[in-house]
């Protein structure tokens, strides 16, 4: 292979690019880590973008759907593995899931599979049962949501150590998740108005973290080719410091 190349009259040039730990934070979404021996960074290419696409894709249509306009689906489970290899454990956890949301919330829409609510109400209504069928759908599913709306604000919680983008993205998703949950409970209790307003609220949310999400995608694929201009996502690390940070001073003094 190197033959063929030189008689082409190629010439092959090996660059390796060091990447501060400022730089590196904006582009994986984790501190740069302290690796000893190989670093699988240099084998393999940053999966990060990809999962940012998959879920903003996803929910980008939702939240306009929820929301009374039109919409549709994403994927990130590959990345999420992806980056535990890398390890990164923040946004494995994070791809991972959401990806597993992505996949339960899908199947419950799916009339194919026996635990979707298309199957469920069928069923309901050759047993002369679909009212009370479809409301303990509804309060199973605000629960299921309100579980998605604790697991945010775990991640919110985390994001504050890394930059105000993130916080926005989980931010939106919390305050949705949580309004979603509502809306459910009221339409169980027949109260359709008030559910139908909460679902609408719950597109706001997530199509404000759609448009933070959009934005971050947009600075990683502006850092990832060193592009001429920076891209913004004020950085929370500094006004929020870290447990190791902080015993630096003590460790000074003694």
Not at 39 to 45: A, E, K, P, Q, V
Not at 54 to 59: A, E, H, Q, V
Not at 188 to 214: D, E, H, K, P
Request: with cysteine; aromatic share 12%; net charge neutral.
């Amino acid at each position: 292979m190197a033959s063929c190349i030189l008689l082409l009259g190629f010439h092959l040039e090996t660059t390796i690019a060091t990447l501060s730990p400022e730089i590196f934070e904006q582009v994986y979404l984790a501190p740069k880590p302290r690796l000893e021996g190989g670093d699988l960074r240099h084998t393999f290419g940053n999966s990060t973008p990809i999962a940012v696409v998959g879920l903003r894709i996803g929910l980008t249509p939702l939240s306009i759907e929820l929301m009374g306009w039109n919409g549709a689906g994403g994927q990130t489970a590959t990345v999420g593995i992806g980056e535990f290899i890398s390890g990164n454990p923040f946004p494995s956890v994070v791809f991972l899931s959401y990806c597993c949301h992505y996949l339960t919330f899908a199947s419950t829409y799916t009339p194919s599979l026996p635990q979707s609510l298309h199957s469920t109400q069928m069923l309901a209504r050759l047993q002369n049962r679909s009212s009370q069928v479809l409301v303990d759908a509804d309060s199973l599913l605000g629960f299921y949501l309100l579980i998605m709306s604790l697991l945010s604000l775990i991640f919110l919680t985390c994001s504050l150590r890394t930059n105000a983008v993130f916080a926005v993205v989980f931010g939106g998703a919390t305050i949705g998740f949580s309004s979603g949950a509502g809306a459910f409970w009221h339409l169980s209790y027949g109260n359709n108005l008030i559910g139908q307003r909460l679902l609408v609220a719950t597109g706001g949310c997530f199509f404000g973290s759609c448009m933070a999400g959009w934005y971050w995608l947009f600075e990683i694929m502006m850092t990832a080719v060193d592009m001429t201009f920076v891209v913004l996502v004020c950085d929370l690390s500094t006004l929020i410091k870290g447990m190791n940070d902080r015993k630096k001073p003590l460790a000074l003094t003694e």
